[in-house]
């Protein structure tokens, strides 16, 4: 399934990405902040595919909760961990929603 | 490789999918509307990934960009073909990037 149904006005944070040879520890961890996300104030849900890349979307209710998640601590100990060991190029990009259209059969 | 180094102001139009089993001419279709897409005035680039969903987030310089390629002949014959062959379900998000932090080691 993916995220449907959110009211405007909300947030997406989209983080497209490229890991490295080195995965240790990664699926573990990325399973843990998805979990740990869904627990944090203003999370609204999270689509994630990955093949060649990755890109994984969250939406927020505000910016505020947006920066809240950015600087919880085991947030940061897993991006630190992220650009040491498995990331080899991403880009996150924090975007105001303003239209929405959806289709469900 | 991810799309890196755009400049703000500009667009992401963040498309979420699910597939139905009916996948004939699909591929084909996605590829030739990537390409198309790439041709429009105001395209800044594209990433996509799939395994369980499919995401793919193409970026433009305005709003009008964006409903411009929304109005091309070619791109609204194949959505009808999505909406009555392809697809479950989706979404389809307009956003107006407010921030952008990026990674390459």
New interface residues.
């Given amino acids: ?4 149904n959110l009211q405007l006005p909300y947030y ?1 944070v ?1 983080f ?3 890991v ?1 040879e080195n995965l240790e520890d990664y699926e573990k961890t990325a399973r843990k902040m998805a979990t740990l996300a869904t627990q944090q104030k203003g999370f609204l849900g999270m ?9 994984t ?1 969250s939406y927020w209710k505000t ?1 505020d909760d947006i920066t809240a998640w950015k600087n919880n601590a085991e947030h940061t100990l897993a991006r630190n961990l992220g ?1 040491e060991k498995w ?19």
Same sequence: chains 1, 2.
């Fill in positions: 399934m993916i995220v449907n997406a989209i497209t990405t490229v490295s689509d994630s595919a990955r093949n060649e890349i990755g890109i979307v910016l650009r990331y080899k190029n991403y880009q996150l990009r924090i975007c105001k929603v303003e239209r929405e259209y959806g289709f469900l059969k």
